[in-house]
């Protein structure tokens, strides 16, 4: 069974700043079937990011994702005030189908 | 334009039943399969399962299976999760979110449906 975990637990930066996530996965994982949510309080989680690196339909190109074997990474380039949020990563895979990581929250310092 | 509309928040005492409806619009219902999620409170997101909307077949998580049903009805492009048997730790957010595909992701969710057990 895969596991996907995320660091930190908590990322606390300012608007401006620059936001790095990282997902790493307890085997090597192909990159096609590893994505990125985002979500707000309240709110359904939002796809931002398939294939490690390909943006979802309107997400803005501040969003960007890398990576590939066991490590992952969001990275927001600039940090807007409605980007704080929690960050999930989330793998599709074979057994289970369907992983989730922990999450990040990234919140304003 | 694409749309996943899920029933509303339900109050139930222990040990009864609930079915949460998850109505979708705007693409072919039976192209995609549509994945559950449970969020518990202040909790992160947990896979439960999916149901091929062509055939109607579920595939459920390990902790999902026995209470858990999920079904379809094409005829309303609604799917269906029902939960029997409620016990307090079924207290949570359910989501559906449609399969996108070879995109490998849900690219569409519905907005969440609370249900809280309680006596």
């Known amino acids: 069974e895969i596991v996907l975990t995320q660091s930190p637990g908590t990322l606390s930066l300012s608007p401006g700043d620059r936001a790095t996530l990282s997902c790493r996965a307890s085997?090597?994982?192909?990159?096609?079937?590893l994505s990125w949510y985002q979500q707000k309080p309240g709110q359904a989680p939002r796809l931002l990011i398939y294939g490690a690196s390909s943006r979802a339909t309107g997400i803005p190109d501040r969003f960007s994702g890398s990576g590939s074997g066991t490590d992952f990474t969001l990275t927001i380039s600039r940090l807007e005030p409605e980007d704080f949020a929690v960050y999930y990563c989330q793998h599709y895979g074979s057994s289970p189908p369907v992983t989730f990581g922990q999450g990040t929250k990234l919140e304003i310092k | 334009q694409l749309q996943l509309v899920q029933s509303g928040s339900e109050l139930k005492k222990p040990g009864a039943s609930v079915k949460v409806s998850c109505k979708a619009s705007g693409y072919t219902f039976t192209s995609y399969a549509m994945n559950w999620v449970r969020q518990a409170p202040g909790q992160g997101l947990e896979w439960m399962g999916w149901?091929?909307?062509?055939?109607?077949?579920?595939t459920y998580a390990q902790g999902f299976t026995g209470r858990f049903v999920f079904s379809l009805d094409k005829s309303v492009r609604t799917a269906y999760l029902q939960i029997s048997s409620l016990k307090g730790e079924d207290t949570a957010v359910y989501y559906c979110?449609?399969?996108?595909?070879?995109?490998?992701?849900?690219?569409?969710w519905g907005q969440g449906t609370l249900v809280t057990v309680s006596s």
């Open positions: 979110a449609k399969y996108c595909g070879d995109c490998y992701a849900s690219d569409y």
């Open positions: 085997q090597s994982v192909g990159s096609s079937y």
């Open positions: 149901i091929n909307t062509k055939t109607g077949k579920p």
